[in-house]
């Protein structure tokens, strides 16, 4: 049953500004930290497997807080879960700047990362609550937007930064801009209720998490987000001697990702969310492959399909459970994103590991300097083409499962039978 009155009295428009500058907020988290790893691995002496247990924390944070704020969205609602994210970001901010060491950088990391996934709790249900239809699949593109958006934004704010040897502190400081804007346009705001009314219960949120097309989705959203994530945040170390600047090629898959969701409404609608994650998984499967054999200028031209195969991955698949399986609610986006990003922090260390071992096996080669690393880089790349791999045939099977689902639908509508769940 859905709720004719879920906008009454909202400031739509105030709202989605302020989930967009929530975003910047964890895409500068994500990019200016991604900027820094070097210079962070020099001041603390860490190893690559170190610099991946805090890469963990991001990522560990952002599904506890997601789980918690889905559970709690229809009861403390989202005001406080955004609340709690303003105080997890600048507590997280101001822990990294002022870090003694490793674990004071764990800490203030854990800290970052739960902020980012108060975030996502808060503000998916919130658009999804705002409209319907496409207008619901643009704006949630266009919200994941600001994603990529303010990587680019990151990128290259860090590596101007680096270039003028303002030292990595000064880069942290920077985060704290978009989470202050964030805070003043949340603050005084009614939000929209649930649209659907089902979604307001714990029972039927579970109900529609107990279906097998969102344990499926499920698997893919881990695959997804590792394939999405991964790469990008170590893209500093991997690509380091590829012949290109590595934040530059951070900025050019962001630019692109941005671009591409900002009309990834009409696309969806023309392909559907299978269609388009289908298409997704091969040229992320492409792009990545591309990323390990190529460098100079051709580096630049793989990360463009790189960034044009995991664009849509994200808010398609959170739109493919707020339109598919709506009674999940809130509920049920949070844990589909924090399945993504759990999953993404457990790849941090081992991919760190990947790193180290291809390091070692390029210098037991005889390769040194230079030579040693990009080997190292370029190893390490190959073994995630294993990931969209794997999607490629997951998103083909949800392709002609949905397909066929459809066609059930529209037969059980032109009989008058009630059209099966999923």
């Avoid at 937007?145 to 680096?162: D, K």
């Avoid at 559907?272 to 994650?277: A, F, N, Y």
């Avoid at 844990?335 to 790849?347: C, E, K, R, S």
């Avoid at 990931?387 to 009989?415: E, H, Q």
Wanted: proline residues 4%.
């Amino acid at each position: 049953m859905e709720d004719k009155n879920f906008n009454a009295g909202v400031n739509t428009n105030r709202l989605f500004y302020g989930s967009c500058f929530a975003l910047i907020t964890t895409a500068f988290s994500f990019s200016l930290r991604a900027g820094v790893l070097p210079e962070l691995q020099e001041a603390f002496g860490l190893t690559a497997g170190q610099l991946g247990d805090i890469n963990m924390m991001w990522f560990l944070g952002f599904p506890i807080a997601m789980i918690v704020g889905g559970l709690t969205y229809h009861t403390i609602g989202p005001k406080r879960i955004m609340e709690f994210a303003f105080f997890a970001h600048t507590l997280g901010i101001l822990l990294t700047i002022f870090a003694g060491g490793y674990w004071t950088l764990i800490i203030s990391t854990l800290f970052i990362g739960l902020g980012n996934g108060c975030t996502e709790a808060a503000c998916n249900p919130m658009i999804a609550d705002s409209a319907t239809g496409k207008r619901m699949n643009t704006l949630m593109n266009r919200f994941h937007m600001w994603f990529p958006g303010g990587i680019v934004i990151g990128s290259l704010v860090s590596y101007f930064m680096t270039k003028m040897n303002l030292g990595w502190q000064a880069q942290i400081w920077i985060i704290l801009v978009p989470t202050i804007i964030y805070a003043y346009l949340f603050f005084g705001q009614k939000f929209p209720k649930p649209r659907v009314q089902e979604a307001k219960t714990l029972k039927g949120n579970l109900k529609g998490m107990a279906s097998p097309i969102f344990i499926f989705i499920a698997i893919c959203m881990a695959m997804t987000a590792i394939t999405e994530f991964v790469p990008n945040q170590w893209v500093q170390l991997i690509l380091a001697k590829s012949g290109a600047a590595p934040m530059l090629i951070l900025a050019l898959i962001s630019g692109v990702m941005a671009i591409g969701r900002y009309f990834g409404g009409d696309f969806v609608h023309k392909f559907d969310q299978t269609g388009v994650l289908l298409g997704s998984a091969i040229l992320a499967a492409l792009g990545i492959f591309l990323l390990s054999t190529q460098t100079g200028a051709m580096t630049y031209v793989a990360a463009v399909i790189f960034a044009l195969g995991i664009c849509y991955f994200w808010p398609n698949m959170i739109g493919f459970v707020a339109e598919k399986i709506p009674k999940s609610g809130a509920l049920g986006m949070s844990v589909i994103g924090a399945i993504g990003m759990f999953m993404t922090a457990n790849m941090q260390p081992i991919f760190g590991g990947w790193i180290d071992a291809a390091r070692e096996k390029a210098t037991s080669m005889g390769l040194s300097g230079d030579a040693m690393e990009l080997a190292t880089g370029q190893e390490t790349l190959k073994t995630m083409t294993l990931f969209p791999g794997i999607l490629i045939v997951l998103f083909t099977i949800l392709y002609f499962w949905m397909k066929n689902r459809n066609k059930t639908t529209a037969a059980d509508a032109t009989s008058g039978q009630p059209a099966t769940e999923l």
